[in-house]
């Protein structure tokens, strides 16, 4: 007979609050653990199952996996209840676990519906990692259903209520009958009581497929005796992503190997696919790379150089300017409408040089050219341009277009050119005033 709020255990040390559920293999209770004023889990058998004839088997293995739970919690995981207490009160032997407020997994989606699939991810990785431990430590948790699944307020799953020795049971009285468990355990579980590592990943699978669905999976039992099919996920929701779709039918294969043969080979499942690496490089290609490297580092030509760094002749422009000075003083002093006619002269030679220049190469014939093409422009005017500035524009030219277009180096000759003119023709009417 279950115990009723209020009763005592171990000589006080614990108190019954209420029945928290009741299966066909065990009871569980909320309780108090007064020393410490803590609200705790206490787990016993089913007295019921005194009289059947494995009963003492089922007890040496309740008390068997209750120590070796009790170990995993003095490395406490996260995601496992904790074990506190393993004892006997008169006949009947109990386990003491942590109580996790929140709510399970079926009440959640009861509760909200379907939930998405970015939110329920999370806790079931969480799960897959936790029942990777369990295994690790030999045990199967064998009731990984969404009634066993706590979420807590602050999202973080934990997975409670191990199903114990339960394949010592009658089946008629072991909880994959229970509505609870309905549809979420495969089918050499409950015919054959298999404690393999490929039971937790189909109940899992399988609660999963509750959550991103809202719906009860086919039984397995259906599916095999029946040749009832289990309805892709997808179908169902079509927002479901083909990988996780793909996850669930995978992990809930109706025979077991068919489904990946460890938690976590099925917990890699889940995870987004990885972007693929590059084709490798063939060695010619490699080689390549290494010698443009190489000529990195080799000194820059000359011509490369003046390029980037815009070097300006600075002392032929002043050549320039200087003997456009003295032409524009001279032409002052002769008749100065001859200014107009020098100007013309200067820009047209300095376009020659600008085209011709970049064309060519600039060579000696190149400036002969230039000369003789600027004489029809400005007659005897022309001749004293060529003679006083014509070798000075040649190279101021020539060094330009090492750094410049044809456009700008037009334009920088002109203008040294006009400047030196107007220059010159300024300063004698500045000395001149006064005669």
Request: proline letters at 6%; one cysteine or more; hydrophobic letters at 45%.
């Amino acid at each position: 007979m279950p115990w009723i709020a209020g009763q005592q255990l171990q000589s006080g040390k614990y108190v019954i609050e209420q029945v928290l559920g009741q299966g066909g293999f065990g009871i569980t209770y909320k309780a108090l653990h007064v020393e410490l004023n803590q609200t705790v889990v206490i787990k016993t058998p089913n007295e019921y199952l005194s009289h059947d004839p494995e009963y003492e088997k089922y007890i040496q293995r309740f008390i068997q996996e209750g120590r070796t739970l009790a170990r995993l919690s003095e490395d406490p995981h996260p995601h496992i209840v904790g074990v506190i207490d393993l004892f006997r009160e008169g006949a009947t032997h109990c386990l003491v676990m942590d109580f996790v407020e929140g709510e399970n997994l079926f009440e959640t989606v009861r509760r909200r519906g379907a939930l998405a699939e970015a939110e329920i991810l999370p806790c079931i990785r969480q799960i897959g990692e936790a029942l990777s431990v369990v295994h690790q430590a030999g045990l199967v948790h064998r009731d990984a259903h969404p009634g066993n699944i706590m979420v807590r307020r602050n999202g973080k799953a934990v997975l409670i209520d191990f199903g114990i020795a339960k394949e010592l049971l009658p089946k008629t009285l072991s909880s994959t009958g229970n509505a609870g468990n309905h549809g979420f355990a495969p089918y050499e579980q409950m015919t054959r009581g298999s404690r393999e590592p490929t039971v937790d990943v189909y109940c899992l699978a399988a609660t999963l497929y509750y959550a991103v669905t809202g719906q009860n999976p086919t039984t397995s039992l259906a599916r095999r005796v029946d040749d009832v099919p289990l309805t892709p996920p997808k179908e169902i929701i079509s927002g479901i992503s083909d990988q996780l779709n793909q996850a669930i039918l995978k992990g809930m294969a109706l025979e077991a190997k068919d489904r990946p043969q460890s938690m976590q080979a099925w917990l890699n499942m889940l995870e987004a696919p990885k972007a693929m690496p590059p084709p490798p490089v063939e060695l010619v290609h490699r080689t390549e790379v290494v010698r443009s490297k190489a000529k990195l580092l080799e000194p820059i030509p000359s011509k490369l150089r003046t390029k980037s760094s815009r070097i300006i002749p600075w002392g032929w422009l002043i050549g320039t300017l200087l003997s456009y000075l003295l032409i524009g003083y001279l032409l002052a002093a002769s008749n100065p409408p001859y200014i107009i006619w020098a100007v013309a002269a200067a820009v047209a030679v300095a376009w020659t040089v600008s085209v011709t220049g970049a064309e060519t190469g600039a060579g000696a014939e190149t400036w002969a050219g230039a000369v003789a093409w600027a004489v029809p422009w400005a007659v005897a005017v022309a001749w004293a341009v060529a003679v006083a500035g014509a070798w000075s524009w040649a190279v101021a030219g020539d060094k330009l277009l090492e750094s410049f277009s044809k456009f700008h180096t037009f334009l920088i000759l002109a203008s040294t050119s006009s400047l030196g003119l107007g220059l010159g023709w300024l300063g004698h009417r500045i000395f001149n005033t006064g005669s």
